[in-house]
Nanobody
């Protein structure tokens, strides 16, 4: 039950842009937050951005603030991550996630998120 499917990953040059999408289906729980996480080889999974469903407040990791934008189209049940001015440090597998109400922790605490996509790879090259 509950499925998240990411798309939009790929290769992009430094300074370029990319938009990730995450389509949700079959989730019956009340969702509190939806977010994007990423994991690079040899590194821990980290929160990139999240959106609070109730009032659409958005949250960002310091490393992407001002460059990435998270948004959600409730009608299409789709979450987006607009990535601008990417750099090599943005290279990672990106995951979409959804956390049931109540989150019970900070937005970037990944173990609070119950639903996960399979991930999409983003590779930034010079």
């Amino acid at each position: 039950q509950g499925q998240l499917v990411e798309s939009g990953g790929g290769s992009v040059h430094t300074g370029g842009s990319l938009t990730l999408s995450c389509s949700a289906s079959g989730i019956t729980s009340r969702i509190d937050y939806m977010g994007w996480f990423r994991q690079a080889p040899g590194k821990e999974r980290e929160g990139v951005a999240a959106i609070y469903i109730t009032d659409r407040s958005t949250y960002y990791a310091d490393s992407v603030k001002g460059r990435f934008t998270i948004s959600r189209d409730a009608f299409k049940k789709t979450l987006y991550l607009q990535m601008n001015s990417v750099n090599a440090e943005d290279t990672a597998q990106y995951y979409c996630a959804a956390a049931p109400f109540p989150l019970g922790g900070p937005w970037y605490q990944f173990d609070k998120y119950k639903y996960w996509g399979q991930g999409t790879q983003v590779t930034v090259s010079s």
